[in-house]
């Protein structure tokens, strides 16, 4: 079934340990988002792909990177993790000009220690 | 800019009884709102969208939601509550630029 995948579900990462977190998809949308959420609140919007252009949103902090090296794969890079990055963190796809819901994946749950 | 809120942080209900979880949005143009369900460590599972049409939706699980142009809101309801419905529960309107903004979430809670 065409699906968002993430890996892995559950990250543990030490203080400062550089960590990426993978997502892939087999829907061939070619619009990408990474969103974090902490403790039951709002997903927040860290960044999007749309297609190969790359979107930050404005108060993104520099400690977060993502590549999207090819339509199916997009990763989160986080260089230096502090405790308050502790969250899940959600990929999502969709496809432009197209009303459809969002596709989600599992998440992956990043605790830092 | 285009935002939903949620104004309830939790909505309490018995199992059997009728379920009403609010949301009301604010966007220029034609609004795209959606309905998404997390339970506890999961991502987040897709339940209905309004996007034109008519304005009662029907989505997974038996849950519907209600689109209301003149009070601007989009409320989710279900006729028969389960104690499996209790979860999180977001609203969520599709900006002008594909982004999903989500409001603040609703803590569903059914008792047996």
């Known amino acids: 079934d065409a699906m968002v995948i993430q890996n892995p579900r559950y990250q543990v990462t030490q203080f400062g340990k550089p960590v990426t977190l993978s997502c892939s998809q087999t829907?061939?949308?070619?619009?990408m988002y990474w969103y974090q959420q902490k403790s039951s609140q709002a997903p927040k919007l860290l960044f999007h792909?749309?297609?190969?252009?790359?979107?930050n949103e404005a108060d993104t902090p520099d400690n977060f990177q993502s590549r999207r090296p090819n339509t199916s794969f997009c990763f989160l890079d986080i260089r230096s993790p502090g405790l308050g990055d502790a969250a899940m963190y959600l990929c999502a796809t969709s496809r432009d000009y197209q009303r459809e819901g969002f596709f989600f994946g599992p998440g992956t749950r990043l605790t830092v220690l | 800019a285009q935002s939903v809120a949620q104004p309830e942080d939790q909505v309490n209900v018995a199992e059997g009884n009728p379920l009403t979880v609010k949301c009301t949005y604010s966007?220029?143009?034609?609004?795209?709102l959606f309905w998404y369900v997390q339970y506890p460590n999961r991502g987040l599972q897709f339940l209905l969208k309004?996007?034109?049409?008519?304005?009662l939706v029907k989505g997974s699980y038996g849950f519907e939601a209600e689109f209301n142009k003149s009070q601007t809101s989009f409320h989710l309801k279900k006729p028969s509550a389960l104690v499996s419905d209790s979860a999180l529960y977001f609203c969520a309107v599709r900006d002008d630029t594909d982004k999903l903004i989500f409001g603040t979430g609703t803590r569903l809670q059914v008792f047996p």
């Open positions: 966007v220029s143009g034609n609004p795209y």
């Open positions: 792909y749309y297609d190969k252009d790359f979107n």
């Open positions: 309004y996007i034109t049409g008519d304005n």
């Open positions: 829907l061939n949308h070619n619009v």
